[in-house]
């Protein structure tokens, strides 16, 4: 049987091994729910992108809020990749993973003026800024600490993605970026302000992009701005295109990484801008088919109307089909010799939302082990702590090696930090 993703998650006979590590095996040895990621397909996505920019000055910064767990930072920080940051958070964990700060670029509409202190005082590579408000703080935080933010634009290039509604962010009536109409009057109001010095463009139109299109239509719009601005004397070195190609969950077919990139790298050589530094940002194309999620069947509970296998995972963990209605692949990790049968896989949350995957035809008894496919980005850096529920372990695996690289959250762990009112 061959699964959509990732070659690194596939069965070996009726066992489902993540590279050459049994899923079995890694849940007894380190209990569910747990992820599991393949390091080799981290490391082989990250690769499909520099192949095609070899040759050009270019950085790849993950977008680190797909998965943001310290073991699969250092793995990028190792494949030579920067980092797409959006909050002082993400900024402290890229550091605590050994990331270089001059390959950081710091996104997200909302920074506040203690963020871009310390993003200032470590100096990262560049400010995405994304309104003519935040400008101005971040012209004055600089000038008071006496230092220079390199900034970016975040332009608003109003293409349809084509993607679901809460993940398409490049359309007009989206809260990111400058619009397209403001954004010469804007850099010249940058360039003339102390403590800010312009050295890019970036746009980001949204994710889980299946086709290549999109990145054409914005490039062009951006490549446009490119020459409107430089028309006033100001000079953009670098052109980010953001993140936001897709992967396959289940049949969608998006352009493999080296294939979009030297589609938007021709563009770019046809308009002549092939001296630019070329920034990307993806996300997900880089950990999404890299991770499963294991969980094990508690009950199977027949009814007249559906029938449930109730799991030990839940939307805490994993929240994309709650938040998105998203349809993640859901596979038994030993495969039986028996008559599937077709059930809402649910976790024990108290919430009828709580779904991970409906109507899939599944042979399983309670005690197997199942995966969630495809669950390496925006499931982990997503989980809650809701009805309590400590936050799954992860394991990483290279090869036959598996590393405990977080600790399955305790029960104090979830109250550290708390205080009881005075006794009265
Ligand atoms: N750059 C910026 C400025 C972004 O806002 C994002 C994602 C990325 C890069 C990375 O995009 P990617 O390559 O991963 O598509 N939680 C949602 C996805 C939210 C994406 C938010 N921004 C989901 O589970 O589908």
């Not at 767990?69 to 002082?88: E, K, P």
């Not at 012209?139 to 293409?159: F, I």
């Not at 993806?282 to 109730?310: I, M």
């Amino acid at each position: 049987m061959t699964l959509p993703g990732s070659p690194h998650v596939a069965y070996r006979g009726d066992t489902l091994y993540v590279e050459d590590c049994s899923l079995v095996d890694l849940a007894r040895r380190f209990g569910t729910p747990l992820y599991v990621y393949s390091r080799s397909a981290m490391l082989a996505a990250a690769n499909a992108y520099q192949r095609a920019l070899a040759g050009r000055d270019h950085l790849i910064c993950y977008a680190m809020k797909a998965n943001s767990t310290l073991a699969v930072l250092q793995t990028f920080v190792d494949a030579g990749c920067g980092f797409d940051i959006v909050s002082g958070g993400e900024l402290e964990r890229a550091l605590a993973a050994g990331a270089d700060p001059d390959k950081v670029v710091f996104s997200g509409v909302g920074k506040t003026r203690a963020e871009m202190s310390r993003a200032l005082a470590v100096g990262v590579m560049c400010f995405n800024v994304e309104s003519e408000a935040e400008l101005d703080v971040l012209s004055s935080v600089a000038s008071k600490a006496g230092r220079t933010a390199r900034v970016s634009l975040r332009v608003n290039p109003d293409v349809d993605a084509k993607t679901h509604p809460y993940i398409s962010t490049g359309l007009k009536g989206n809260k990111f970026g400058v619009a397209h109409e403001r954004a010469v009057e804007v850099y010249r109001h940058a360039a003339a302000l102390p403590g800010i010095e312009v050295v890019g463009i970036d746009c980001h139109i949204g994710s889980q992009i299946t086709e290549a299109s999109p990145y054409l239509d914005a490039l062009d719009r951006v490549l446009d701005l490119v020459e409107a601005v430089e028309a006033h004397g100001l000079r953009l070195h670098h052109l980010d295109l953001g993140g936001g190609l897709g992967i396959t969950y289940t049949d969608e077919q998006p352009p493999a990484a080296d294939a979009l990139v030297a589609a938007l790298l021709a563009r770019i050589d046809a308009r002549g801008h092939g001296h630019r530094k070329i920034l990307f940002e993806p996300g997900r194309s880089l950990v999404g088919n890299a991770g499963v999620l294991v969980s094990e069947v508690l009950y199977l509970k027949p009814g007249d109307h559906t029938n449930f296998c109730v799991v030990d995972a839940a939307m805490n963990d994993l929240m994309r089909p709650a938040m998105y209605q998203a349809w993640m692949g859901i596979v038994a990790c030993t495969l039986r010799d028996a008559p599937p049968v077709v059930c809402d896989v649910v976790g024990p949350i108290c919430e009828s939302g709580d779904w991970l995957g409906r109507d899939r035809a599944l042979a399983v008894q309670a005690g197997d082990m199942l995966a969630v496919l495809s669950a390496g980005a925006y499931c982990m850096s997503m989980a809650s702590n809701y009805n309590s529920r400590g936050r799954a372990a992860e394991v990483m695996v290279s090869g036959d090696q598996a590393w405990l690289i977080r600790d399955r959250e305790l029960p104090a762990e979830l109250f550290r930090g708390e205080h009881l009112l005075p006794k009265a």
